[in-house]
């Protein structure tokens, strides 16, 4: 996989359904935003009073709950806690890394990242880490960028640019599927088992039915079929050989 | 058949007309397919686009060993690491953790972040921040003790600010920092390594370790090390070892109690009772003085001592007596007695084997002396001088602190130049020394010190050790119990000036990144300079201006910009393209010798010490009745024979068999053999010793998944015969019991042991260092898929990582050198007894603080050390006082 190698394919199969009303669009990309700042970083006062304010009413619509105390507890607190809980989960070792290398490799920083870096440089955008340790293919990064790039199509759509929005969904259903689709469903589900904190569950859970959802609509059932089973990596438990052990082999 | 018939006269035929073109030579030969240079290094190719990679030159530091590497780069990631071709000792080999390296680079269980704990110490629970808040909360609380120190006008509480290392390559770097901070507390780790070796030698010739000439050797005495697979430069001696016995014939004897690769390999293997290593070498010793196989003109132009007074002082030490207390049979103590005294060129080697016991520091002068009474001093083939060089700190440089510190340079130990770092938890803990702020660089005490709990014990207390830092950036045992990490980045993302005595050929090398620190984060040498700008941000406080590099690299031009030679080549920027200087030559394809542009052998320069001294700089000197040169106040040589020489590193500028800074305090000034108290064992029990493999460090190695998968797991070696008698069969659970506690861990039965001894490597038995190294990922189905490392969810076979013996074994320290007494143990072996389970380890704090004052008993001021050298002509009663020095 080489970072140079990154094209859009000109031949990719046209999308399954186009999206009109720019509405939908923006409120997907609020979405896809919303998510990626919940697990880009560390919940921090601003997010928090989002949360609290114009986002409160709508989660609880969605039968979203993120805890007693991100809806009411002492904010100090409350942050102090989210940011133990984010580094628990995602930075210290041990954690659920939100990588693609680290998911689909075992190390950090593969290929993978310079998948992503060559798509979001292929749209216009620079991955610039904000803290040490924060690489291009961070699942919260990707969640952001197809949140970028849903709001592109829908400034190309107002300005009746058809065939530039039609070019921004390409691009958007083909990362989805080809740098996303193999693994954040994945990932989503085990971070959300090993989540403590209700509001990383409920972030987690809610990122694996968007991005499925999304996913789900644009692939075709065959594909559909290689996706989940990238994303189940089932556990492979090795047959214990009890004479090996006794030989002591060294 | 017919037509096989056919055949076989056509391939006749055939090749009559092969040799008849071969005949024809050039004329046929192809214009379209040209040869491929056969290199030796240096170059790689993609194996997708078919690109060069990008060679960038590094020294290595997966061990202590430092060889010269080449890192293969490609898109900006490590993709392959080789030996580099121009480092004259290493000679374009890494062993296979050097190979491994780059995993420590990508290892989804590094420390990527500055993490401060949220939680109790050991909990788990931390906060991310940046670089720049974590070394504005270190600078702030280092600004609070210099605060209190300035108000008190007391340096001694500068001290409070301690850094604990194990492996410290900064080239000088980390002294600077604690230097500048006005804090003499610097502990190292060398006590728990060979420091008993080091102080063995040190006044014996000068300087720390011999650098034998493998390769051109004849004989090699091999005492206690297993240089084939670890020890003091491992890679290069191995490669000069084989070179000697495959190459030369030489023929290598190993005593040690385990059969080790090494001792394997040699023509004869002993296993001698651990620690009567010096009653073999002074049985030696004796046989060659006695049948007048000594070289009387060494000993009498370049030692303190005369013939006679070493054939008095052998006397005790036969053959028999050595016998008697080794189990090595008189008689081939005296065949290769003489062996190795007719045999030249000739050499001994040693390790951890000998002195890493009480009176360790005697074991090793023993084994040297092998050499000089041989007169095998730095002839070609024989035990040679370390070859270094040196390189120039930034100016300017700061002075060491005003006050002492006790734990750095505990004055019990006044002849430990290399300290005795086991001891400082059991001092804070006793309120001998205080801390407020404690550091940690490149240490795990936790894992890798004896009754590491004790180590545990202390930094979770903080009312010993109030804020504490580690520097690593892996989640070892220890740094999982700090308050701050501000993570370092891997040897192969930083600067390092380095130069290592691993060979005959002296070089600098470097340590340069090969890539771009991965993720943002940042190296250590840049967190010193960030720290200390904080701590003193005008200048106020006269510390800034150490620090005032425009850059890391601006740092690294200061080492090496101006250095006579290398300056001429571009400096720097030489060693930045190039890795080391200076370049002696090629590597030979035909037999792996340092050889010039004309294929000649590039030779080794032999006999340093008889160097002569110029005719200018005798000027003003002063030739003294002992032969000594004075200028200046200063001994710079020794006069022999009407030669001026620059002799030895020793006040006599000979080598010094008679030491008198050993009488000084109580200690025999001639190398001698003491028994050991764990000789005079129960017949029930047994020793532990340790040992290090081929392929892994004492700790860091563990989370390698290519060194792990070849080694993780350590069952006990027990001999047959002893094992039998205790009932235990091969694969057994065993429980071992020392004085502190148990371990429940599996046999392994071999002959390859000393049947009074059980052996346990180090490397395995981690309970932090990530994942792979603990194996966590398996215990549930949760945690298994913590990460989703796909390596370990499907690659990870074996379910053992082994048990760590450390816990067990008991502090004992040699009271000359100042090393742990790693193989003094004593234990018991019994079968695993109800309710037992695999990796079991119960130890006891108190019982270790009894050992620690146990062992200060041996310390010069002690009534056990009168004890054992009543021989000793000083007075008892007017030993010197303890005084802490300077420290560092």
Request: some cysteine; charged content about 25%.
């Given at each position: 996989m080489q970072a140079d190698k990154f094209v859009i394919p000109a031949d990719m199969a046209p999308v399954k359904r186009h999206e009109k009303d720019t509405d939908v669009l923006r409120a997907q990309a609020g979405l896809y935003a919303f998510l990626g700042r919940c697990l880009e970083a560390e919940v921090d006062a601003a997010l928090l009073s989002t949360l609290r304010g114009p986002l409160c009413k709508p989660l609880e619509e969605l039968g979203v709950d993120l805890g007693d105390d991100v809806r009411s507890g002492d904010p100090l607190a409350v942050l102090a806690d989210l940011g133990e809980e984010f580094a628990a989960l995602f930075v210290v070792p041990g954690a659920v890394l939100p990588y693609r290398s680290a998911y689909e490799t075992g190390r950090l920083f593969q290929p993978q990242a310079d998948l992503a870096t060559a798509a979001y440089r292929d749209a216009g955008f620079e991955f610039r880490n904000t803290l040490s340790g924060e690489f291009s293919d961070h699942a919260a990064v990707m969640l952001a960028f197809v949140g970028r790039l849903l709001e592109r199509q829908v400034e190309a759509a107002e300005t009746g640019d058809a065939e530039a929005a039609t070019g921004w969904q390409r691009r958007r259903e083909h990362f989805l599927q080809h740098q996303m689709g193999g693994w954040i469903i994945g990932w989503s589900r085990r971070a959300r088992t090993c989540a403590r904190h209700p509001f990383y569950r409920a972030i987690l859970g809610l990122t694996e039915q968007v991005v499925w959802a999304d996913i789900c609509d644009i692939v075709d059932e065959k594909a559909l079929q290689r996706l989940v089973k990238a994303n189940r990596r089932p556990l492979m438990r090795q047959k214990t050989d009890h004479e090996f052990r006794k030989a002591s082999g060294l | 058949m017919g037509h096989i018939k056919n055949i076989q006269t056509n391939r006749r035929g055939f090749l009559k007309l092969g040799a008849s073109a071969t005949a024809a030579g050039a004329a046929l030969a192809s214009t379209r397919l040209v040869a491929m240079e056969y290199d030796l290094g240096g170059a790689d190719f993609s194996a997708v686009t078919g690109e060069k990679r990008t060679a960038v030159p590094y020294t290595c530091m997966a061990c202590?060993?430092?060889?010269?590497?080449?890192?293969?780069?490609?898109?900006?990631?490590?993709?392959?690491?080789?030996?580099?071709?121009?480092?004259?000792?290493?000679?374009?080999?890494?062993?296979?953790?050097?190979?491994?390296?780059?995993?420590?680079?990508?290892?989804?269980?590094?420390?990527?972040?500055?993490?401060?704990?949220?939680?109790?110490?050991?909990?788990?629970?931390?906060?991310?921040?940046?670089?720049?808040?974590?070394?504005?909360?270190?600078?702030?609380?280092?600004?609070?003790?210099?605060?209190?120190?300035?108000?008190?006008?007391?340096?001694?509480?500068?001290?409070?600010?301690?850094?604990?290392?194990?492996?410290?390559?900064?080239?000088?770097?980390?002294?600077?920092?604690?230097?500048?901070?006005?804090?003499?507390?610097?502990?190292?780790?060398?006590?728990?390594?060979?420091?008993?070796?080091?102080?063995?030698?040190?006044?014996?010739?000068?300087?720390?370790?011999?650098?034998?000439?493998?390769?051109?050797?004849?004989?090699?005495?091999?005492?206690?090390?297993?240089?084939?697979?670890?020890?003091?430069?491992?890679?290069?001696?191995?490669?000069?070892?084989?070179?000697?016995?495959?190459?030369?014939?030489?023929?290598?004897?190993?005593?040690?109690?385990?059969?080790?690769?090494?001792?394997?390999?040699?023509?004869?293997?002993?296993?001698?009772?651990?620690?009567?290593?010096?009653?073999?070498?002074?049985?030696?010793?004796?046989?060659?003085?006695?049948?007048?196989?000594?070289?009387?003109?060494?000993?009498?132009?370049?030692?303190?001592?005369?013939?006679?007074?070493?054939?008095?002082?052998?006397?005790?030490?036969?053959?028999e007596f050595a016998e008697e207390e080794s189990g090595v049979p008189a008689k081939d103590i005296r065949r290769i007695a003489r062996e190795f005294a007719t045999t030249k060129p000739a050499t001994t080697f040693s390790y951890r084997g000998p002195c890493k016991h009480l009176w360790g520091a005697y074991q090793e002068a023993a084994i040297h002396m092998l050499n000089v009474i041989t007169g095998n001093i730095e002839k070609k083939g024989g035990y040679c001088l370390p070859r270094g060089m040196g390189w120039p700190q930034p100016s300017p440089n700061p002075p060491k602190g005003a006050a002492p510190s006790v734990i750095a340079a505990p004055p019990l130990y006044p002849l430990a130049s290399h300290h005795v770092s086991t001891n400082a938890p059991y001092m804070i803990m006793r309120g001998e020394a205080k801390v407020s702020v404690w550091m940690s660089y490149y240490d795990n005490p936790v894992y890798s010190y004896p009754s590491s709990h004790v180590w545990d014990a202390f930094l979770r207390d903080e009312s010993l050790a109030p804020f504490t830092v580690s520097f690593s950036c892996y989640m070892s045992e220890s740094t999982e119990l700090v308050d701050l990490i501000i993570p370092d980045v891997t040897y192969l993302e930083r600067h390092d000036p380095e130069s290592m005595p691993s060979g005959l050929y002296p070089c600098l090398s470097i340590r340069q990144p090969v890539i771009k620190p991965l993720g943002g984060t940042q190296e250590f040498r840049q967190t010193m300079i960030d720290v200390i700008h904080k701590v003193d941000p005008d200048g106020a406080l006269g510390i800034r201006k150490y620090f005032e590099f425009e850059s890391v690299e601006d740092w690294m031009r200061q080492h090496f910009d101006n250095i006579p030679g290398l300056k001429e080549e571009g400096g720097w920027d030489h060693m930045k393209k190039v890795g080391v200087w200076p370049v002696y030559g090629k590597v030979s394809k035909d037999d792996g010798k340092l050889v010039d542009d004309n294929g000649d052998e590039i030779v080794a320069e032999y006999g340093l010490h008889t160097a002569e001294i110029p005719a200018s700089a005798m000027a003003g000197a002063v030739v003294e009745p002992d032969g000594r040169i004075t200028k200046d106040g200063a001994t710079i040589g020794v006069q022999i024979n009407g030669k001026n020489h620059t002799g030895f590193g020793t006040p006599s500028r000979k080598i010094e068999i008679y030491k008198e800074s050993f009488r000084t305090y109580g200690f025999n000034p001639l190398p001698v053999y003491k028994r050991l108290p764990s000789r005079d064992k129960k017949p029930a029990e047994m020793i532990l010793t340790t040992f290090k493999v081929n392929v892994h460090t004492q700790s860091r190695t563990a989370s390698l998944k290519y060194l792990a998968e070849i080694y993780h797991k350590n069952p006990a070696w027990i001999s047959p015969a002893r094992a039998k008698a205790l009932g235990i069969a091969d694969g057994d659970l065993v429980r071992i019991t020392s004085s502190l506690g148990y371990m429940v861990t599996r046999a392994h039965l071999t002959e390859g042991i000393h049947p009074e001894v059980v052996a346990i490597s180090t490397a395995c038995g981690h309970s932090g260092y990530g994942r792979l190294a603990t194996l966590k990922h398996k215990d549930a189905d949760a945690e298994w898929a913590l990460g989703g490392d796909p390596d370990i969810t499907n690659n990870v076979w074996w379910d053992d990582k082994g048990v760590h013996p450390n816990p067990i074994i008991r502090l004992s320290i040699d009271p000359i050198g100042g090393s742990q007494a790693w193989f003094d143990t004593v234990v018991t072996v019994t079968p695993a007894q109800p309710g037992d389970t695999y990796g079991d380890t119960n130890v006891s704090v108190e019982e270790s603080m009894k050992d620690y004052e146990e062992t200060l008993r041996y310390a010069y001021t002690g009534d056990l050390h009168r004890a054992a050298h009543q021989e000793v002509d000083v007075d008892w009663n007017n030993l010197p006082h303890p005084a802490a020095s300077d420290g560092h």
């Open positions: - | 202590n060993i430092e060889d010269g590497g080449i890192a293969m780069v490609e898109n900006g990631r490590i993709v392959k690491l080789e030996g580099n071709m121009d480092h004259p000792n290493t000679r374009g080999k890494l062993c296979a953790k050097g190979n491994s390296g780059f995993l420590h680079v990508y290892d989804p269980d590094r420390i990527m972040s500055p993490l401060l704990r949220t939680g109790k110490r050991g909990e788990g629970k931390w906060k991310r921040i940046s670089y720049d808040e974590a070394t504005s909360l270190l600078a702030e609380k280092l600004r609070a003790v210099i605060d209190r120190s300035r108000e008190a006008n007391d340096p001694s509480i500068l001290n409070e600010m301690v850094v604990k290392w194990g492996r410290n390559r900064t080239g000088g770097g980390l002294d600077r920092f604690m230097h500048a901070l006005g804090s003499n507390a610097l502990i190292n780790h060398t006590n728990i390594c060979e420091s008993s070796k080091k102080v063995g030698l040190e006044p014996s010739w000068g300087p720390d370790i011999e650098s034998c000439d493998w390769a051109n050797t004849k004989y090699i005495l091999n005492f206690g090390s297993n240089v084939l697979e670890s020890a003091y430069f491992m890679n290069p001696n191995a490669q000069r070892l084989v070179d000697g016995v495959v190459g030369n014939n030489a023929k290598i004897v190993s005593f040690d109690v385990r059969l080790s690769n090494t001792a394997g390999y040699s023509h004869e293997w002993f296993a001698p009772y651990p620690g009567t290593d010096s009653a073999i070498a002074l049985a030696m010793a004796h046989v060659i003085m006695t049948e007048g196989l000594h070289d009387r003109d060494f000993i009498r132009d370049w030692t303190n001592v005369t013939e006679a007074q070493l054939l008095t002082h052998l006397a005790p030490y036969t053959p």
